[in-house]
């Protein structure tokens, strides 16, 4: 098979694998949560443990969600529809009956159906949003990078998944859009945007508005 016939047809795999649905338990969440990004949850509802238990013995992902309504403790609450599916990286549990654990962020979804188990579990048919492509940052936003780097120095880098793209429009935009003192429904909008040059200039604007820029 020609080269480029190969290239299409991987191509093709490819996009047929992001819209293929899958089923994936949800942890709801007052908080977004992007792709890169890394998160410490503490875990105690029986619902979440059975979950992470799960996950950390068969290797697989959850989704963690915006809640759009509802409380992130006993009954199910209604999530967002777009959130960012989570690898655990590390686990810990020095308090019995509370696991501590590590996520980091790896793709975004889109929720196409959910439904609560009997435990009050929410598992929810998904199908992945492409991953934004790596863009160089333009010469007019690099203040934002500055901004990101020094927020970073600050609060330490071990606290970031490696490694730290200062120079890339989706990353700077996606690690500014959790660390800036942003409404969650404005978070939200970040999320779901899937237009980087658009996000890092509302962020840019954002900064200049708050005399961060000077």
């Known amino acids: 098979m020609p080269l480029k016939i190969k290239q299409r047809f991987s191509d093709f795999l ?3 694998k992001q819209h293929a649905a899958f089923e994936i338990p949800l942890f709801p969440l007052n908080t977004v949560l992007f792709p890169g990004g890394k998160l410490p949850l ?21 989704g963690i969600c915006l809640i759009h309504s509802g409380q992130e403790t006993r009954v199910p609450a209604q999530p967002e529809q777009v959130g960012t599916l ?4 590390n686990w810990d549990m020095q308090q019995l009956g509370v696991l501590e654990i590590g996520v980091i962020g790896t793709q975004r979804f889109r929720i196409e159906a959910s439904h609560a188990e009997k435990n009050a579990l929410i598992m929810a048919q998904v199908i992945g949003i ?18 990101l ?24 935009g ?23 040059l658009v ?3 509302i962020l840019h604007r954002f900064l200049s508005q708050q005399g961060l820029l000077q």
């Not at 503490?42 to 959850?62: G, Q």
Request: proline share 7%; net charge neutral.
């Open 42 to 62: 503490r875990v105690f509802e029986p619902r979440y443990m059975e979950m992470v238990s799960a996950c950390l013995k068969e290797k697989k992902v959850f």
């Open 86 to 89: 989570v690898e655990i990286i």
């Open 130 to 147: 492409a991953e934004e492509p790596p863009l160089p940052l333009p010469k007019q936003h690099q203040a934002c990078a500055t901004i």
């Open 149 to 172: 780097r020094r927020i970073i120095e600050h609060l330490g880098e071990e606290r970031f998944a490696l490694p730290l793209r200062y120079d890339d429009s989706v990353w700077v």
């Open 174 to 196: 996606y690690r500014l859009a959790e660390l800036l003192p942003l409404k969650r429904s404005v978070r939200q909008n970040m999320l779901e945007m899937n237009d980087s």
């Open 14 to 16: 490819s996009q047929a």
């Open 199 to 201: 996000r890092i200039e």
